[in-house]
């Protein structure tokens, strides 16, 4: 599976838009850009997954370049409880050998 | 989305004793499954693959007689730490897959093993 960068760590105010880049410059075809989160102390969460169109589920929507080689997770409205370390995969499609990276702390602020 | 159960969440054993997590996906069923282990400020790393019925497939410098994993049925596994030691203390996580190509798998809650 392709390798992602994430940057470290985000902001976000309350109430406002949560846009978290990924990049994935090495991402194959087949491969398809999976979002999970992970709230601290527990297993991480499903949030989106995409191939090449945009994605928009009751959680976020999944925004890729035309080329594919990135993308960036969109929370419209971020809340406290969104606060959380998200993580950006790509994934020929069964889950395994995902590759996880630290991925992105995002402190979402009153 | 689906439910996968992780019981224990926190267990506390001795050093030389053995423990039992449990992973059960509740409305779907999991035609594979797979252990994970996460130490304080790092990521997940996978230990283990397990595909009901089968033997589980282990990643490179996981001990297979050390972590025993079990996938007897489509909606059940288990992971067994023999013989606990406190550099085993961590926090192990399950996931569970229908097996369906290019669809997510979802996660237990974690289990917090700490072995004194």
């Known amino acids: 599976d392709a390798k992602t960068t994430q940057p470290t760590s985000m902001d976000c105010a309350e109430g406002r838009a949560a846009n978290l880049p990924c990049n994935h410059s090495t991402i194959s075809g087949n491969e398809y850009v999976y979002w999970y989160r992970q709230i601290h102390s527990q297993g991480p969460q499903y949030i989106i997954h995409g191939l090449k169109n945009n994605e928009t589920n009751e959680m976020a929507s999944l925004i890729i370049t035309e080329d594919r080689k990135s993308s960036t997770l969109i929370l419209p409205h971020a809340t406290l409880r969104d606060t959380a370390v998200y993580y950006c995969i790509a994934s020929a499609g069964n889950n395994r050998k995902l590759i996880w990276g630290l991925g992105t702390s995002l402190a979402v602020n009153p | 989305g689906a439910v996968v159960s992780q019981h224990p969440s926190w267990v506390i054993c001795k050093s030389g004793t053995s423990v039992k997590i449990e992973c059960r996906s509740l409305d779907f069923q999991a035609t594979t499954m797979f252990w994970y282990r996460q130490f304080p400020k790092q990521s997940l790393m996978l230990m283990a693959t397990s595909n009901e019925g089968s033997k589980a497939t282990y990643e490179q410098g996981v001990e297979k007689d050390k972590f025993l994993i079990n996938h007897a049925s489509l909606t059940l596994s288990t992971l067994t730490v023999t013989s606990a030691h406190p550099e085993d203390s961590s926090f192990y996580i399950c996931?569970?897959?229908?097996?369906?190509?290019?669809?997510?798998?979802?996660f237990g809650q974690g289990t917090r093993l700490t072995v004194v």
């Open positions: 996931s569970a897959w229908t097996g369906k190509m290019n669809t997510e798998a979802f």
